[in-house]
């Protein structure tokens, strides 16, 4: 049973992360031949004080 994990910032919109779960679904049952139903997948938002790139945040960055 795959179980896929992904980490995004937040502020998403439920409809755009719905989307994601069901095409990471679809890729991860094509690419395994795995049945769909099998596939797990975990969606967790980082808030932007606890993302950064370049030693800043994303939220100091404005992004």
């Known amino acids: 049973m795959p179980l896929i994990n992904v980490q995004i910032l937040e502020g998403r919109e439920p409809e755009k992360i ?3 779960i069901e095409n990471v679904s679809e890729a991860v049952s094509e690419s395994l031949d ?14 932007k004080t606890h993302w950064a790139v370049g030693g800043k945040s994303m939220k100091q960055l404005g992004r």
């Open 18 to 20: 719905e989307s994601l």
């Open 34 to 47: 795995a049945p769909k139903e099998n596939v797990r997948v975990t969606v967790t938002e980082v808030p």
